[in-house]
């Protein structure tokens, strides 16, 4: 289903209804005028990203906009992926890895624990939730103490029409 955002969110328009009446499933074509400059740019991200198509790389950028447009919902569904850098024999670290990994229990999706070179550790931790959830989530596993590197990504499934499965309210 076309999705449009704001006060007609869900509702499709009359040319998209009459392509769906007639095709079922079925891409609508659409013109778009640019200025050659931005063009030019164009190409270039599309060859840096190694993009089938422009159109290819035009949906990207659509579903990249869309995600930020529905992460601005603190109850958005959403995915976030949280990389954690640290020394392994950093008194503790991994106790308290462990114990913010618990607290946040039905967020954690999964945990992976990298061996790097000269005793450092990567961690990979995926997150499902509101993005409010999520993001507490993220900010509580990077700021453990002994943690020297940590970054968090957020995204939402909803953009390619699925959902993280996480449900409301917690029961306390």
């Known amino acids: 289903m076309t999705r449009r955002t704001g006060t007609g969110r869900g509702q499709e328009t009359a040319a998209v209804r009459r392509a769906r009446k007639r095709h079922g499933d079925y891409v609508v074509r659409l ?12 190409d270039g991200w599309v060859q840096e ?3 089938p198509s422009r159109s290819d790389a035009i949906r990207a950028l659509i579903r ?12 958005a569904d959403s995915v976030a992926s949280v990389l954690l850098i640290y020394r392994h024999d950093a ?6 890895l462990t114990a ?12 992976s624990h990298v061996h790097l070179e000269g005793g ?11 993005r409010a959830e999520v993001v507490n989530a993220a900010e509580d596993l990077r700021g453990v103490k002994g943690i020297a590197f940590g970054r968090y990504t957020l995204g939402t499934p909803v953009v390619v ?4 499965g996480h449900r409301h309210p917690h029961p306390d």
Do not use: F
């Open 49 to 51: 990203r190694n993009s």
């Open 120 to 130: 450092s550790c990567m961690q990979l931790i995926g997150l499902a939730g509101n």
């Open 100 to 111: 913010v990994e618990h607290r946040w229990g039905p967020h954690v999706r999964s945990s």
């Open 31 to 42: 013109g778009v005028s640019l200025e050659p400059k931005l063009l030019a740019q164009l």
């Open 161 to 164: 029409g699925g959902s993280t």
């Open 91 to 96: 008194p503790n670290v991994l106790r308290r």
């Open 64 to 75: 990249k906009e869309l995600a930020e447009h529905e992460l601005g919902n603190p109850d």
